[in-house]
């Protein structure tokens, strides 16, 4: 590809990539940090007459702010990975290890969705899916050979993917069941819709804080250039998910409705 026409492509997927970015995380964050504290306070009415107007409105930019981040993700990939040559791989081109790539992730969305469709104990869930995101990561440097700054955007992209499927074929589908339900236009739905709902956005909520460190992991290669980037990116998952844990905290607290 042109070295021009790569850098056009490349600014403009990624103006878009972030501005797409920032309103579908900023509305997760929105629901999971503002919006799940204060239904608490509806009364049935305030219910009937909030969520209808609210919920669509914000489900709008929310679902089409993931479409747009994920497109414009793999557009990026294509670009600077694969046409780039940037994958880093000591066993096949860029092209061949970037596509394979790309398919264990669609398929490890699969196995993302099948653990978490039985699993009672959120905590064991939790220990497995960290134990298979370190296998993944270990498939793609020991096995495609690929480099530690393109495994760093492909475990960001293999969160943004699961990220991006939860919204549009398990939170949404729900939340349309849940709006119809409160404005009286379809039935009231099954209370395991709403918990589908809750668990999924839960959980794109703790990906949502590493997968940011992994967006902007190739301005520093001291880190990603290291022997053990697997393992940094694996430290790093952990750190992200406590600092969620204490943004759930604090959320919950009495600190933020504090006027």
Known sequence: MDANVSEWLNLIFRWIHVLAGVMWIGHLWFFNFVNAQLAKTYTPEGKKQVLPELMPRALYWFRWGALYTWVTGILLLYVVYWAGNAMGSDKMSSHASGGIALVIVLVCFGLYDVLWKDMKNEMAGMVVSFVLVAVFELILVKGLGI???????????????????????????????????????????????AALAGLRSKHNTYMSVPLILFMVSNHFPTVYGSDFAWVYALVFILVGWGITKFLYNKSASPVPAQF
């Open 147 to 193: 480099g530690g700054r393109a495994l760093f955007i492909y475990v960001g992209g293999l969160f943004g993917t699961i990220m991006a499927a939860n919204v549009w074929m398990r939170i949404w589908p729900s939340q349309r069941k849940i709006i119809g339900g409160v404005k009286g236009t379809s039935p009231a739905p099954d209370p395991s819709v």
